[in-house]
């Protein structure tokens, strides 16, 4: 979560540290763990509320937040991950 919460320039770059941090559960064989945190990801509840000053987040890193549960990619993990470990009425 620590690499989350640095400020990116780019969606693309959030949501390989996303995907990173789920891949990795899955090489852990953490399945449920891995399922749990991609929708977490795709639900726009990951990283702090308050940044590392204690101050609120800015605007774009909000807003770069909020742009990458919209990203394919994830998308495509989810629907991945719920079809193989999650509940039919999920997938």
């Known amino acids: 979560r620590t690499a989350a ?5 780019h969606v693309d ?7 990173a941090a789920v891949e990795l559960e899955l ?5 449920p763990e891995a399922l749990s945190l991609v929708q977490q990801f795709v639900a726009g509840s990951p990283g702090p509320r308050v940044g ?15 742009l990458a549960t919209k ?4 998308w495509m993990l989810y629907a991945d991950l719920e079809e193989s470990f999650g509940t039919l009425n999920g997938a």
């Not at 770059?13 to 996303?18: G, N």
């Not at 590392?52 to 909020?66: F, H, M, T, Y």
């Open 13 to 19: 770059s959030l949501v390989t540290v996303y995907c």
């Open 27 to 31: 090489r852990q064989e953490r399945f």
């Open 71 to 74: 990203a394919p990619r994830l």
């Open 52 to 66: 590392v000053d204690g101050a609120a987040p800015s605007e774009p890193v909000a807003k770069l937040r909020r």
């Open 5 to 9: 919460d640095q400020p990116f320039k």
